[in-house]
């Protein structure tokens, strides 16, 4: 985990090259914005909304940072290899002051490094650079998992969209899926008309829209009720809950909701 002012990309410790940032000088570009995409379909009335809920457009986080160096040549060195580290296909970026929380995105533009004074002697620069994130949320490094196998059970979240992916497992005939807001109104529920058996599961991942069993076999044709389902905070009460439910029924052997908890 980075200092305060520290900064992690792909697992890695910029600190190890002298990297910190510089929280005053760094933060997003670009204000949150819905996504409001809408369509209209032959011979019927209306638009119809293209956009998931809790979608974002895209948004740029503009960071400056300084790095240190104990010779200009290690500064040169390390100069290069921030660049090298910045510049991969993809990159999972977590801030020190937002420990636990990673955001994705990738390099937009260059790397901008200004000297500091005296040129010299110097062991240390400015850099700049300015990350772009497709997706405008942040997301929990590790991870949740939720059991709701035997009972109702709360789907702890931020202050985002979470999309899981639940795993029923047999023995089990048409399970129904159905995820209720903090006060237990029903919002969404997933039907499969299915016999899992004892040995068989079914992966149905709520983002990619797939359903495959224990094989990989496509099972989208079981989805014979309800939708995909997306955890939304809104859902809940806060952060601290309580939280928006899962529940199953018939009971399986297993039901397991696994997601990232998001923040906006």
Same mark, same amino acid.
């Given at each position: ?11 890695? /410790? ?60 290690? @500064?040169?060195? %390390? *100069? ?18 937002? *420990? ?19 040129? @010299?002697?110097?062991? *240390? ?17 590790? $991870? ?15 202050? $985002? ?19 209720? /807001? ?7 529920? @997933? ?9 068989? %599961? ?20 079981? @989805?014979?009720? $309800?939708?995909?389902? *997306? ?34």
């Amino acid at each position: 985990m980075p200092n305060r002012n520290g900064i992690i990309v792909n697992g890695y /410790d910029l600190g190890q090259i002298g990297v910190t940032t510089e929280s005053d000088l760094s933060g997003w570009r670009d204000s949150l914005t819905g996504v409001n995409r809408i369509t209209t379909l032959p011979e019927r009335a209306g638009a119809v909304a293209l956009a998931r809920p809790g979608e974002y457009e895209p948004r740029r986080i503009v960071v400056s940072v300084v790095q240190h160096a104990s010779t200009l040549e290690q @500064l040169k060195t %390390w *100069a290069d290899e921030l660049k090298a580290r910045l510049s991969e296909a993809v990159l999972e970026v977590e801030f020190g002051d937002r *420990a636990g929380r990673v955001f994705f995105a990738i390099l937009d533009g260059g790397v901008s490094i200004n000297g500091i004074p005296p040129a @010299l002697i110097q062991k *240390a620069h400015r850099a700049r650079f300015t990350l772009l994130c497709q997706d405008a949320q942040g997301y929990e490094r590790d $991870g949740t998992v939720v059991d709701f196998t035997a009972a109702k059970v709360e789907c702890p979240q931020g202050t $985002g969209v979470s999309v899981p992916l639940i795993r029923i497992a047999g023995p089990v005939t048409n399970p129904v899926v159905t995820y209720r /807001d903090a006060r237990g109104t029903s919002i969404q529920t @997933l039907g499969l008309t299915a016999t899992i058996a004892a040995d068989q %599961w079914r992966d149905i991942d709520c983002e990619l829209h797939t359903i495959v069993d224990q094989a990989g076999a496509n099972k989208i044709s079981e @989805l014979t009720s $309800g939708d995909f389902i *997306a955890i939304d905070a809104h859902d809940s009460a806060g952060e601290s809950g309580p939280y928006a439910t899962l529940e199953v029924s018939p009971t399986p052997q297993l039901a397991q909701a696994s997601y990232r908890r998001a923040w906006i």
